[in-house]
């Protein structure tokens, strides 16, 4: 069975929740632990910039 995409518009802390993965997971790219309120749409466009 294929999986869905995740909406932008779901949070971190959601998106833990309903995939079942432990709390602190989903990094930033500096390592650090992403804040729970964030949103999924904010991460895709923030990994889709080059410095």
């Known amino acids: 069975m294929?999986?869905?995409k995740t909406r932008s518009d779901c949070t971190v802390g959601t998106?833990?929740?309903k995939?079942?993965?432990p709390a602190g997971t989903v990094r930033n790219q500096?390592?650090?632990d992403t804040r729970n309120?964030?949103?999924v749409g904010?991460?895709?466009k923030e990994s889709g910039k080059k410095k």
């Open 2 to 4: 294929v999986q869905r």
């Open 15 to 17: 998106l833990e929740k």
């Open 19 to 21: 995939t079942g993965l």
């Open 30 to 32: 500096n390592g650090r």
């Open 37 to 39: 309120d964030k949103k």
């Open 42 to 44: 904010t991460i895709r």
